[in-house]
């Protein structure tokens, strides 16, 4: 298949002006993935960038499109080369993404790559990519519209990097709503119902690790605050711990780890007395954060890497 050049309309012209802020807004609306186009420049030269003007075109023959505006500096190298590559970046490529649409840097510097057709250099580890040979190229207005006919791909099972409204994002699916569970008013579809059960299940784990060192929720509650900032005084033990679980701590508990040498009381020295951990308290606390880290394993693991970055932005958004 031979390139082929299609000429420009005066459509353009004659048609209505918009304000471009808001015509970009707009476009930005429609969610899109983020890919990095890459092709051989003049004497072998790696060029790449990013791009989310990508979009499929046919199954029979295999085609796909992408556009590049007519004032970029790369344009004559992907106009002169007869083969292109189109990445389809994976949810944990934000920070590749940003470095192909960065200025004045070599955006290949350190990047292991496979080579295609005439050399284009194929970047590893993305969700798709296409290694396509030159069709078409249209004339769009201030873009130039490229059409490459698929001449190798690969695949892999990843979320994609979703771009939209100026922001990098990723795909969740859509959970089915679920019936209201018999015992209670809420359904699986109320985000009370997922937090408190993401919550229970969590702690329900640490709860039984902890119930084996013979060791109570509250205990483990007074060990975790005091090793979170040696040196409080009973007030701000009970006011971290109604922060954290909702409820106080009582000064039991506490004289309770005092008398197993878990913890001590200090004079600070202006008459205040305050509770640290003793060496005992501390071995104790390291033992707590591996019995937390490991139930934490145990949760994140049924979870991808950019899920889990994602859950933790939202639930410290909740929290602010």
Known sequence: MTTQTATQTDLAVSGPRFDGRALRDAFGSFATGVTIVTTAGPGGVDIGLTANSFSSVSLDPPMVLWSLARTSLNMDAFRNSGHFAVHIL???????????????????????????????????????????????????????????????????????????????????????????????????????????????????????????HQWT??????????GREDGLCMPEIVARSEKVRGQGISATIVQKLIVQGLLHEVDSGDGQITVRLTPEGRRSVLELIAIRKSSEADVQGLLDPSEVQLLKHLLARLDA
């Open 90 to 212: 994976s949810a944990d490529q934000e920070a590749l993404s940003g470095r192909f649409a960065s200025k004045g840097i070599d955006r290949f510097e350190g990047l292991a790559v496979d080579r295609g057709p005439d050399g284009i250099p194929m970047l590893p580890n993305c969700m798709a990519r296409f290694a396509c040979k030159l069709a078409y190229q249209y004339e769009g207005g201030d873009h130039v519209i490229f059409v490459g006919e698929i001449v190798d791909f690969s695949h892999s099972a990843q979320k994609p990097l979703v771009f939209h409204g100026g922001r990098y994002g990723m795909l969740l699916p859509k959970q089915s709503v679920a019936s209201a569970d018999e015992f209670s008013n809420l359904s699986a579809d109320d985000l009370l119902y997922q937090v408190s059960n993401a919550y229970f299940r969590t702690r329900k784990t640490v709860i039984e690790k902890l119930e084996s």
């Open 217 to 226: 929720a509250e205990e483990y509650a007074v060990l975790s605050i005091i």
